[in-house]
């Protein structure tokens, strides 16, 4: 398991842009595929982005794609997303997530962080 604190939530203007970050503990980092998920009130926790343990390969919801880029620096230990053109429907709690393999359902991943707010006003 690693240990994962997400950062860089806050309240911003439709358009507007965003960063979030997830920092990592443990020396096994690297060899985590990393996640994205994020959860409204009252909607269920919904994918958002992975990235394989290389930085490689990335996956994006539809939502979001062409929006967000998901990144990572495995000597930082540390994986972000970027948010861009952000809308009000991408409020919500965003949690990064580690898990074997890039995967887009949330149970396929053991290490939560605790979560981050992102409101987007209109």
């Known amino acids: 398991q690693v240990q994962l604190v997400e950062s860089g939530g806050g309240l911003v203007q439709a358009g507007g842009s965003l960063r979030v970050s997830c920092a990592a503990s443990?020396?096994?980092?690297?060899?985590?595929?990393m996640g994205w998920f994020r959860q409204a009130p009252g909607k269920e926790r919904e994918f958002v982005s992975v990235i394989s343990w290389s930085g490689g390969s990335t996956y994006y919801a539809d939502s979001v794609k062409g929006r967000f880029t998901i990144s990572r620096d495995n000597a930082k230990n540390t994986v972000y997303l970027q948010m861009n053109s952000l809308k009000p429907e991408d409020t919500a709690v965003y949690y990064c997530a580690g898990g074997p393999r890039p995967s887009n359902w949330w149970g396929d991943f053991g290490s939560w962080g605790q979560g981050t707010q992102v409101t987007v006003s209109s």
């Open positions: 443990g020396r096994t980092f690297s060899s985590y595929a």
